[in-house]
């Protein structure tokens, strides 16, 4: 084997090595929380308040509901701005205007989630005197916008355009064509950017400190600090008790099962034989 | 189309443009979604505006300084922003120092060499990896990567490159380095899902040109399909290193969370972001919270170049790549 030959060996071997690595932590990463939070999971995990301090036991029935409804409140807010903004973007917008609301999108992708949680506090919070379940869905809301403008866009961009003509054809004037004909072509592709969407903002933490805060009980309403399942793990798994860490496994376990369970079904099952626009989710 | 046509019928004749328009169903859709349009404008204009307007006091107090100073005495009133900036600006580095080969070497394994179903397979895989919420890496940072770092990784670090003042000191298992490594993890899967999808772009006539003047498959994509995705590249690792600047729960759990500037990597510091998350909901007085909000202003701003150099690079090579 001459130098060149070897070099060529040598070099692919360690492009598969990274890649080997990268997999590699994935799967340590499941196979550790499923063996931390399964030993550490318990009916009452889904069904009791959190313990007070010092007692063991306790579940986190409440910050469950409360991520339910932060991560509806999200949906409602975040879903149609987005939609609709990525049909303007891909139906009606002349070139200064897209440019105009695609770069506000890039940017509003961009932002820290952090910086939106800052931003929501003093919006929402600040005004209204109290941390509640409502800001910390307005921030979530604000999150989900972007990846749904552009995977709507991406998909709406992807219907061929003889079905458009096709449709104008026979009469249907521009916003018919749009809602009975692009849109239904589209619709797979939009639900499975919406679900990845979701899946994203569902395991956000930083946002909902300062916005929904946390609560030790169940919080009626949408006006009151609310718990929800990330802000949880971050707050047991920095406590210095050894029964919170174990609640943070098996919270930590729930989230991910969560999470990766609906990116799986958006990419193998709504998603099947259709071309994934890569790299917006 | 005939009700809006009756309706359209109806406004005084000779007025047209927008308000004419609006009478039909078309011009309602076209309302509404412009309507959802602008408020996304909206909301990113207000984003910064409420930044800009909400951190006015420390601004007038410090001015410029508020960037170069070293000190954060909340009870003394001092507040400088630089141990942030600097921890931000280090966890980042080391972080991008690792993540890069790593990203790199994975998409040219993902494009060059693994068939296309096996390459789709692993590359659905590392989209997984980038679902992971950041307080689970945080979690699994903590209380398993750090003390992997102490027992093994750190004394072999020091063994060999101790004499270097950033492997000086010691090390308590949350350090810049320990947020460092668990960033890199982070940002891995970016690199790589627009690298692979960059290089997969390269024509495959430049491939096939050079197989077919002898060079090996390596040399081909060395000099051939990697300075032709280059920028493209460049701009995937742009976007993950806005991704590291940004990144907050993970980085808090490992960092230590202490204002301070040290050479070393294993010292502990803080992060623009971790602090805001440390310390925001318990900020008392204007200036303390006004602070922390001029640093989200900085964490904006630094995000925003980053970003927009990177949109840059990757439109540059999608412009550049003929049909």
């Known amino acids: 084997m001459n130098v060149k030959k070897i070099v060529n060996f040598i070099m692919f071997g360690l492009t598969g090595l990274c890649t080997l690595l990268t997999v590699g932590i994935l799967f340590f990463i499941l196979a550790y929380m499923a063996w931390r939070g399964a030993s550490s999971l318990s009916w009452s995990f889904f069904t009791q308040l959190p313990a007070p301090v010092g007692e063991t036991g306790g579940g986190m029935a409440n910050a469950i509901v409360g991520s339910g409804k932060v991560l509806l409140l999200a949906t409602i807010i975040g879903i149609p701005i987005g939609f609709l903004g990525g049909v303007y ?3 009606y917008a002349g070139p200064t205007m897209s440019f105009v609301i695609r770069y506000a999108t890039d940017l509003l992708n961009g932002v820290p989630s952090i910086v939106i949680g800052i931003v929501v506090w003093g919006l929402v919070v600040h005004p209204m005197g109290h941390y509640s379940a409502f800001a910390g869905g307005i921030a979530l809301g604000i999150m989900m916008i972007p990846i749904s403008v552009r995977s709507t866009e991406e998909f709406l961009h992807a219907v061929p355009s003889s079905l458009r003509e096709a449709a104008v054809a026979l009469g249907a004037s521009k916003w018919k064509a749009i809602v009975t004909v692009v849109i239904p072509a589209a619709m797979r592709g939009i639900i499975t950017g919406t679900m990845l969407d979701f899946a994203r903002v569902a395991g956000e933490t930083a946002p909902l400190l300062f916005t929904a805060l946390g609560n030790s009980f169940w919080s009626s309403g949408y006006n009151q600090p609310t718990a929800t399942l990330p802000a949880m793990i971050f707050t047991y798994a920095i406590s210095a008790y050894d029964d919170w860490h174990r609640q943070a496994w098996a919270a930590g376990f729930v989230l991910l099962a969560l999470v990766l369970t609906i990116n799986i079904v958006a990419r193998l099952v709504v998603s099947r034989g259709i071309e994934m626009p890569r790299g917006n989710a | 189309m005939t009700s809006s046509s009756i309706k359209a019928r109806t406004l005084p004749a000779g007025r047209v443009g927008a308000f004419s328009r609006l009478a039909s169903g078309d011009s309602v859709a076209y309302a509404l979604t412009l309507l959802a349009a ?3 404008f909206l909301i990113t204009a207000i984003i910064f505006y409420e930044l800009y307007a909400q951190s006015a006091i420390p601004r007038h107090k410090f001015g410029w300084l508020f960037l170069v100073t070293q000190i954060w005495d909340p009870v003394a009133g001092q507040f400088g922003a630089l141990p942030f900036i600097y921890g931000t600006v280090v966890t980042s580095l080391v972080a991008m120092l690792i993540a890069v080969p790593q990203g790199i070497g994975s998409a040219i394994f993902l494009s060059e060499l693994a068939p296309p179903r096996i390459s789709d397979a692993l590359t659905f895989m590392i989209e997984l990896l980038a679902a992971v919420p950041s307080v689970l890496f945080g979690l699994i940072g903590f209380y398993v990567l750090v003390p992997i770092l102490q027992a093994n990784v750190v ?5 060999t490159l101790g004499f270097l003042p950033i492997f000086q000191g010691a090390f308590y298992g ?20 627009v690298s692979r999808e960059v290089l997969m772009a390269v024509p495959r006539e430049q491939r096939e040109a050079a197989l077919a003047l002898g060079s090996t498959r390596w040399q081909t994509t ?19 290193l806005a991704r590291a600047l940004g990144e907050t729960m993970a980085v808090t759990m490992v960092i230590g969370n202490t204002p301070q500037i040290k050479a070393s990597l294993l010292a502990p510091g803080s992060t ?13 007085g204007d200036l303390y919270q006004g602070s922390l909000i001029e640093l989200g202003l900085v964490l904006f701003t630094l995000t925003f170049i980053i970003n927009g150099l990177a949109r840059l690079l990757i439109m540059a090579t999608r412009r550049g790549t003929p049909a």
């Open chain 2, 272 to 284: 623009i972001a971790a602090v805001i998350a440390n310390e925001f909901t318990e900020a008392v």
């Open chain 2, 222 to 240: 060395w000099r051939v399909v990697f300075p032709f995705a280059f920028k493209g590249i460049m701009g995937s690792v742009f976007l993950a």
């Open chain 2, 155 to 159: 004394p072999v670090l020091r063994d």
């Open chain 2, 38 to 40: 602008g408020t996304i």
């Open chain 2, 174 to 193: 949350v350090s810049y380095f320990s947020a460092g490594v668990v960033l890199s993890i982070m940002i891995v899967p970016f690199i790589i899902s």
């Open chain 1, 89 to 91: 973007l891909n139906e």
